[in-house]
């Protein structure tokens, strides 16, 4: 039996970040996704972060291979659209969030529908996607 996709849904507390972080690393083990296991812990906990900050209720964390990307979704039935923003490095008021994602993911995007949305990004293989980034992360 091939597993081609998994997924885990959680209340909107702060500690359903970490069980998403650690159920998305097993859930690219069963895939056998070859993206990087960082860059997807650090995305996905962004993202399930602003879920939890928006009250959203029940968080669903999606996760399946699409080609050689691994495609990852968070739903939540929060009001309100991701808004990528650029504070000022002074700013300790947060929204750096989405900076993070749009930095590191290969694509993002948003889908609505009411009330909530699915914030959803990807990351190929990390021999590819490390080059598209060049030498950002070190």
Request: aromatic residues 6%; glycine residues 10%; charged residues 20%.
């Amino acid at each position: 039996m091939t597993v081609t996709q998994l997924g885990i849904t959680v209340r909107a507390e702060t500690d359903s970040v970490a069980a998403v972080r650690h159920f998305v690393d097993f859930a690219q083990r069963i895939l056998g996704s070859r993206a990087d296991q960082s860059i997807v812990a650090i995305v996905t906990s962004e993202l399930v972060a602003n879920a939890v900050t928006v009250a959203a209720g029940e968080i669903t964390v999606t996760i399946r291979c699409v080609d050689d990307n691994l495609r990852v979704e968070v739903q939540d039935h929060g009001y309100g659209l991701p808004e990528l923003q650029h504070p000022r490095p002074i700013d300790s008021g947060g929204g750096r969030g989405l900076m993070i994602v749009d930095e590191l993911a290969d694509q993002w995007g948003v889908q609505q529908f009411l009330p909530g949305k699915i914030v959803w990004f990807e990351v190929g293989p990390a021999e590819v996607s490390a080059r598209t980034r060049g030498t950002m992360l070190g």
